[in-house]
């Protein structure tokens, strides 16, 4: 990877991932008028005074007990926000627009992969999830329990959520594409006391098994006290007596009054595991005031959210943008969503923009994997439908290229919508470097500027501020939606994030440019994260993977282009003596990996070696194999342990 951006295959030559676009786009005279941000001054006010700035967005929700104090920075990098406040989540999301005479309101329009569609207004909403908060109770989940979440797109897993928050439990959801090796060790993780699950997702029109997917290894979970299942496809999962509970059976047996547990503004709310540099991922924690604040301020400013919009994340709820934009940021705001189960080709390539029309999406939110699909399915999907009730357009996971930019803003949105490209991550809670739609010019490919409140700025290897060029990203202000810490990791949080420059500068992690506009422009990824279709997965959890099968002796992971994925997996396998590499083995292997993590950590590509290029005291050297998956010239390999490997892996790429 360049400083100005990564290269790959375009199907039109090579281009550049990130290449500088001369073009750029004011927001539209029609869309400024009616903005929710178009005045200029809120950057100049709100850093001028970001405490006052985020105060005042506090203040919108609803507090059992105000705050006293809006920011204790006094011991970095363990910040705290409106200390002395006492407030509810699933109080914000539900109760406040049910007491406000809006319980009718649809809250989600969910489309189920098979047709089924149900509307889920908010009194419908806040009825469930106090039923099932009090299903937990009944079990004796309480206020700081862990409690994990392993389910599909289902009207049942946001009230799932929701409960936990009532109750004040802390939830922890894994993505519903993680395999049961990943799910047992999050649960053993956070010592979870509770795990709600589905029989069955439904995938391509069939039921595929949830439940029976993990079932094997959930003994290993020594503090899992409760598994609650929910019925999603008539299977029959099999079921633990005096472990397992069918969600209905607890459900239909509860009181429909639960009061929502006062939780400090500093108490955690939930955990969501990320891929880190090592084997181990890491638990984000995430609190109760500060999250909402920035959910919720970002949610209504970034997408310019007004009461008729209808609004679509299409990301799943496994992973952050669906816990912050799908679930928490919406319904804090009183948003109308869709919300839908399935494969965005099921049945066919226009399964999206059929959605879009019939619901009249005004808000699309989504990532520059699935528009590059899209892309490539051709527009003819796109042109069957009427998109236009869309009048925005938002992007999050990955650096878009400028060339899907531009494809989504003219196919999808007409030419006539803003589109909003979001760089934020999993530890940020929320949105951070992205356009306001009524305010600030686009330039295909970058994020543009901080939001107001918001201070980024790219770093030198010394520390160093760039004015103007390529670096390290971090940010140098706290914001109330931070992660607080790593979940019983304290060190590491410090020490992954925190030190590099110094405890109140945040290492992001991404390398990025900034401009002469002072526009940044994100490259990728500086420590071992591969970012695959917008998931996070780390190298070595991959390496331990393939290691683990029977037949390998070592083995070394890279990222590298993928037209379709931004990223793919490039894995570099030693066999062990007498185990013949090829195809047979390969296979064997993506199977394996599936296993233990996930059908998306699946390598794309498989080279087979004797040994791995080492330098002579041992150490792979990963540059070399970037250098060898792009096919591009070597230098001196002479330090090398053993040159020949080389030669027979730059062969087997070739073919
Ligand atoms: C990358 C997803 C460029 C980045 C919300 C970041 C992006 C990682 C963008 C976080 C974007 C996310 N442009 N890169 N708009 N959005 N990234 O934790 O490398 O799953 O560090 O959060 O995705 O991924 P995560």
């Known amino acids: 990877m360049t400083a100005d951006g990564a290269y790959r295959e375009d199907g039109e030559g090579r281009i550049r991932v ?84 809006n319980g009718d309101r649809v809250a989600y329009y969910w489309e189920g992969e098979d047709g089924t569609r149900k509307e889920l207004t908010y009194a419908w909403l806040h009825t469930e999830t106090q039923k099932f908060a009090n299903a937990l109770k009944g079990l004796g989940i309480g206020k700081g329990d862990v409690v994990g979440i392993y389910m599909p797109m289902i009207p049942e897993a946001p009230v799932a959520m929701l409960a936990c928050t009532r109750i004040g439990a802390i939830h922890n959801v894994v993505f519903g594409g993680f395999s049961a090796g990943s799910v047992v060790e999050r649960m053993q993780f956070s010592e979870a006391k509770a795990l709600i699950t589905a029989d069955a997702t439904m995938r391509r029109g069939k039921p595929t098994p949830m439940k029976a997917s993990i079932d094997g290894t959930l003994d290993h979970v020594e503090s899992l006290e409760h598994v609650i299942v929910v019925n999603r496809g008539d299977s029959d999962p099999p079921m633990t007596e005096g472990r397992d509970h069918f969600w209905h059976d607890l459900v239909d047996a509860a009181d429909p009054e639960c009061p929502p547990e006062p939780m400090d503004a500093e108490d955690p709310l939930f955990i969501l595991y990320t891929s880190g540099s090592t084997a181990k991922p890491k638990g984000i924690q995430h609190t109760t005031g500060g999250y909402l604040t920035g959910v919720s301020a970002t949610h209504k400013l970034v997408f310019d959210l007004k009461d008729d919009d209808i609004y679509w994340c299409a990301a799943d709820i496994g992973w952050i943008t669906g816990h912050s934009y799908i679930v928490y940021g919406p319904l804090a705001n009183g948003a109308t969503s869709v919300m839908y189960e399935g494969a965005p080709n099921f049945p066919a390539e226009d399964r999206w923009w059929e959605i879009v029309e019939r619901y009249g999406v005004t808000i699309m939110y989504t990532a520059p994997t699935a528009i590059r699909a899209c892309m490539k399915w051709g527009v003819e999907h796109t042109q069957k439908h009427d998109l236009s009730s869309i009048r925005l357009l938002g992007s999050v996971g990955e650096p878009i290229n400028p060339r899907a930019w531009l494809w989504y803003s003219e196919n999808i949105g007409g030419g006539r919508c803003p589109v909003v490209d979001t760089w934020w991550q999993t530890e940020t809670g929320a949105i951070m470097i992205s356009p306001l739609p009524g305010l600030t010019t686009t330039k295909p490919g970058s994020a543009t500027v901080p939001l107001p409140g918001i201070e980024a700025k790219i770093f030198d290897e010394d520390g160093n501020e760039v004015e103007e060029g390529a670096g390290l990203l971090v940010l140098t202000r706290p914001w109330p939606s931070m992660a607080r810490t790593l979940y019983k990791e304290p060190e590491r949080f410090v020490e992954t994030y925190w030190s590099r420059f110094g405890n109140d500068v945040y290492l992001v992690g991404d390398a990025a440019r900034i401009d002469e506009d002072g526009y940044f422009w994100i490259v990728g990824r500086t420590d071992d994260v591969i970012n695959v279709s917008g998931h996070r997965l780390s190298t070595m959890e991959v390496e331990s993977a393939l290691v683990s099968a029977e037949g390998v002796a070592e083995a070394a992971v890279i990222g590298v282009p993928d037209e379709d994925t931004g990223q793919a997996i490039f894995a570099f396998v030693t066999p062990e003596g007498g185990v013949e590499g090829g195809d047979e083995l390969e296979a064997k292997l993506r199977d394996h990996v599936a296993d233990k993590i996930g059908k998306l950590a699946r390598p794309k590509h498989m080279a087979f070696a004797d040994d791995l290029p080492k330098t002579r005291s041992g150490k792979i050297m990963r540059r070399l194999l970037r250098d060898i998956a792009a096919g591009n010239e070597l230098g001196d390999v002479s330090t090398l342990r053993d040159p020949e490997v080389v030669k027979d892996l730059q062969e087997q790429v070739k073919e």
């Open 18 to 101: 990130l290449m500088k676009t001369e073009e750029s786009f004011e927001p539209p005279p029609e869309f400024v008028a009616q903005a929710n941000a178009s005045d200029p001054g809120i950057y100049e006010r709100a850093n001028e005074d970001p405490e006052a700035w985020w105060g005042s967005w506090a203040e919108k929700l609803e507090w059992i007990e105000p705050f006293d104090e809006i920011l204790d920075w006094s011991d970095p990098p363990f910040a705290k926000w409106f200390g002395g406040g006492k407030l509810n989540v699933s109080a914000n999301c539900l109760d406040r627009h049910v007491e406000a005479g």
